[in-house]
């Protein structure tokens, strides 16, 4: 039996309550998000950026992600 490829996605989400998109901090989450993208890619082979309520938010987690240097799903 031949062992299947194995891959471990990073979970991102949002850095406040998930269900009152009036409490995301949006583009002022930048810099939390990308030290959580930056600590996560060594250990990941990508992300996956779930639970946003809000698109604003979840863009800048995005972009984060990415520029970590891994694919990244939303």
Do not use: M, N, Q
Request: with cysteine; proline share 9%; aromatic share 8%.
């Amino acid at each position: 039996r031949l062992a299947r490829p194995r891959v471990l996605l990073g979970s991102i989400g949002p850095l406040y309550d998930c269900y009152r998109p009036d409490l995301s901090p949006g583009e002022a989450s930048r810099a939390e998000h990308r030290a959580l993208a930056e600590y996560l890619a060594p250990h990941v082979d990508g992300f996956v950026c779930e639970a946003f309520p809000a698109a604003h938010e979840a863009a800048v987690a995005v972009e984060e992600c990415v520029r970590a240097g891994k694919p990244t799903w939303v």
